[in-house]
């Protein structure tokens, strides 16, 4: 598997054939035409043939094929080749987990020996051992958050005390882990059990970006429809529906397979346009005051400007950004700085690099709000002097926070990265003033960068037309022209 982490393959393949599912490669004795490894890798076998067109991972069960000894381990190694001659991701049910050590030699098993790209795995023992299984970029995990066993709730249901102080069970603890650890290594995702529909509601809240393997539709009595609802994104991903028996019992795998993609597909329809009318309706709800006025200050100053306007790549927009004006106004400049502090908390980083020139005001707000050092790297070259591209004080091997002003499609970013990185800093993080949403973030994490942002635009949009400084003509109007403005991956 190439062309970055697991989970921008991964969505790529789902985008790609428009699935959801994930066929489990569940060889159970009974489904055998006899109890050896070859008719368990027959069996598989058969089962990718038929069902490649129609899912976007496998995930083969480790235990039905190591309790055959060291013949079934070959076997699984033979599975797992023949889903990648079929360019299909596969996610290893192993559910790994233990000291560092163990934990490395578990990632060895499944990444390299096995050639698997994502695993499930067991957090119980804290982040150090879940890192060597999250250190190759390339790689996934799924952790146990709430699985769909009968007994599930026995310890996972535990009323625990979060860091707040605050009561909650056991699983939104892990389910929060899962969303801290999948913002610092980007490809941590988690196991939710369909057959536990409002935990799921209550997990997707606390986590809202890690991807979801949803196990127990079908045999076990997970209710599809409920799943979807509650578990995929407002960008129609974020979810992966695992099926076996279904499938392999089937008289016809192929169509069956199609059947369950189809049916998660119409759930999938509903559910979006449900979470983005939602989005839209709270996007703001939850905003401070601070938070508020600035959105009002930034109207009120001409940040935002809306008209018609030609752009530099000759479109006409019906709207103008220009986040140069705040170094007028201290005041607000002082409240942006303030605004960014939220975003960088549970980032790793030794000093913000805001990117030339819009940002360089900004970031120097953001460092003097957080008492945080700031470095650049210039447009051009320094022919004098010390001849420096960054400008600051940093060591080789430091890592960043990318400061900036908007980000539209993320194109112009790379160049600022690049400087960084030759410098020898790390990149990981950006965080911006304004999201146009225009495939920015996409972009960013298809070549592996995290974006936030203190507003995205169609945020401001709705509460600015809840404030009556905008009509529904003209906020219709600008979200047309975001639509046909997206850059796609």
Same mark, same amino acid.
């Given at each position: 598997?190439?062309?970055?982490?697991?989970?921008?393959?991964?969505?790529?393949?789902?985008?790609?054939?428009?699935?959801?599912?994930?066929?489990?490669?569940?060889?159970?004795?009974?489904?055998?035409?006899?109890?050896?490894?070859?008719?368990?890798?027959?069996?598989?076998?058969?089962?990718?043939?038929?069902?490649?067109?129609?899912?976007?991972?496998?995930?083969?069960?480790?235990?039905?094929?190591?309790?055959?000894?060291?013949?079934?381990?070959?076997?699984?190694?033979?599975?797992?080749?023949?889903?990648?001659?079929?360019?299909?991701?596969?996610?290893?049910?192993?559910?790994?987990?233990?000291?560092?050590?163990?934990?490395?030699?578990?990632?060895?098993?499944?990444?390299?020996?096995?050639?698997?790209?994502?695993?499930?795995?067991?957090?119980?023992?804290?982040?150090?051992?879940?890192?060597?299984?999250?250190?190759?970029?390339?790689?996934?995990?799924?952790?146990?958050?709430?699985?769909?066993?009968?007994?599930?709730?026995?310890?996972?249901?535990?009323?625990?005390?979060?860091?707040?102080?605050?009561?909650?069970?056991?699983?939104?603890?892990?389910?929060?882990?899962?969303?801290?650890?999948?913002?610092?290594?980007?490809?941590?995702?988690?196991?939710?059990?369909?057959?536990?529909?409002?935990?799921?509601?209550?997990?997707?809240?606390?986590?809202?970006?890690?991807?979801?393997?949803?196990?127990?539709?079908?045999?076990?009595?997970?209710?599809?429809?409920?799943?979807?609802?509650?578990?995929?994104?407002?960008?129609?991903?974020?979810?992966?529906?695992?099926?076996?028996?279904?499938?392999?019992?089937?008289?016809?795998?192929?169509?069956?397979?199609?059947?369950?993609?189809?049916?998660?597909?119409?759930?999938?329809?509903?559910?979006?346009?449900?979470?983005?009318?939602?989005?839209?309706?709270?996007?703001?709800?939850?905003?401070?005051?601070?938070?508020?006025?600035?959105?009002?200050?930034?109207?009120?100053?001409?940040?935002?400007?809306?008209?018609?306007?030609?752009?530099?790549?000759? @479109?006409?927009?019906?709207?103008?950004?220009? !986040? &140069?004006?705040?170094?007028?106004?201290?005041? /607000? $400049? %002082?409240?942006?700085? *303030?605004?960014?502090?939220?975003?960088?908390?549970?980032?790793?980083?030794?000093?913000?690099?805001?990117?030339?020139?819009?940002?360089?005001?900004?970031?120097?707000?953001?460092?003097?709000?957080?008492?945080?050092?700031?470095?650049?790297?210039?447009?051009?070259?320094?022919?004098?002097?010390?001849?420096?591209?960054?400008?600051?004080?940093?060591?080789?091997?430091?890592?960043?926070?990318?400061?900036?002003?908007?980000?539209?499609?993320?194109?112009?970013?790379?160049?600022?990265?690049?400087?960084?990185?030759?410098?020898?800093?790390?990149?990981?993080?950006?965080?911006?003033?304004?999201?146009?949403?225009?495939?920015?973030?996409? @972009?960013?994490?298809?070549?592996?960068?995290? !974006? &936030?942002?203190?507003?995205?635009?169609?945020? /401001? $949009? %709705?509460?600015?037309? *809840?404030?009556?400084?905008?009509?529904?003509?003209?906020?219709?109007?600008?979200?047309?022209?975001?639509?046909?403005?997206?850059?796609?991956?």
């Amino acid at each position: 598997m190439s062309g970055g982490s697991f989970f921008d393959v991964l969505s790529k393949e789902a985008c790609k054939k428009n699935t959801l599912l994930c066929v489990g490669l569940d060889p159970h004795s009974k489904e055998l035409k006899e109890n050896t490894p070859e008719a368990a890798k027959e069996f598989c076998a058969k089962l990718i043939e038929n069902t490649h067109e129609y899912c976007c991972c496998y995930k083969p069960n480790a235990a039905f094929f190591e309790c055959f000894g060291a013949s079934g381990v070959e076997a699984l190694h033979q599975v797992i080749a023949l889903c990648k001659e079929k360019g299909v991701p596969v996610l290893l049910d192993a559910k790994r987990g233990d000291i560092g050590s163990t934990s490395e030699a578990y990632a060895e098993a499944a990444y390299k020996a096995a050639n698997a790209d994502a695993l499930t795995a067991s957090p119980y023992m804290g982040e150090d051992s879940m890192e060597p299984l999250m250190r190759d970029s390339s790689k996934g995990i799924f952790i146990l958050t709430r699985t769909s066993n009968p007994g599930a709730s026995d310890i996972q249901s535990l009323s625990v005390v979060d860091d707040s102080g605050n009561r909650a069970p056991l699983y939104e603890s892990v389910a929060k882990l899962a969303q801290r650890w999948n913002e610092k290594y980007g490809n941590c995702g988690m196991v939710v059990g369909a057959t536990a529909p409002n935990e799921m509601v209550a997990i997707r809240k606390v986590a809202p970006d890690p991807w979801i393997l949803a196990p127990g539709v079908g045999f076990q009595g997970g209710d599809l429809g409920a799943t979807v609802r509650a578990a995929v994104r407002a960008d129609g991903l974020g979810l992966l529906l695992p099926v076996s028996r279904g499938i392999s019992r089937a008289k016809d795998q192929s169509a069956e397979a199609k059947k369950l993609r189809d049916a998660i597909n119409d759930e999938r329809e509903k559910a979006v346009v449900a979470k983005v009318a939602q989005e839209k309706a709270e996007g703001h709800a939850g905003w401070t005051e601070s938070k508020k006025k600035l959105a009002d200050q930034l109207m009120e100053v001409g940040c935002v400007k809306f008209g018609t306007f030609t752009l530099k790549s000759g @479109l006409t927009s019906p709207i103008y950004i220009d !986040l &140069r004006i705040p170094v007028a106004y201290p005041r /607000l $400049l %002082a409240a942006i700085g *303030e605004a960014f502090l939220p975003l960088l908390e549970g980032l790793e980083f030794t000093q913000l690099a805001a990117l030339p020139y819009a940002a360089m005001p900004i970031g120097s707000a953001v460092s003097l709000a957080g008492s945080i050092p700031m470095i650049y790297p210039r447009k051009e070259s320094k022919a004098y002097g010390t001849k420096a591209d960054i400008e600051g004080v940093f060591k080789a091997g430091e890592q960043v926070v990318v400061i900036d002003d908007l980000i539209t499609t993320g194109d112009s970013k790379f160049e600022g990265f690049a400087k960084l990185e030759s410098g020898g800093l790390k990149v990981k993080d950006v965080v911006v003033l304004i999201d146009r949403e225009s495939g920015g973030a996409d @972009l960013l994490a298809a070549k592996g960068y995290n !974006l &936030r942002a203190v507003f995205k635009f169609r945020d /401001l $949009l %709705a509460y600015w037309q *809840e404030q009556g400084k905008l009509t529904p003509e003209q906020v219709k109007e600008v979200d047309a022209f975001l639509l046909s403005s997206v850059k796609k991956v």
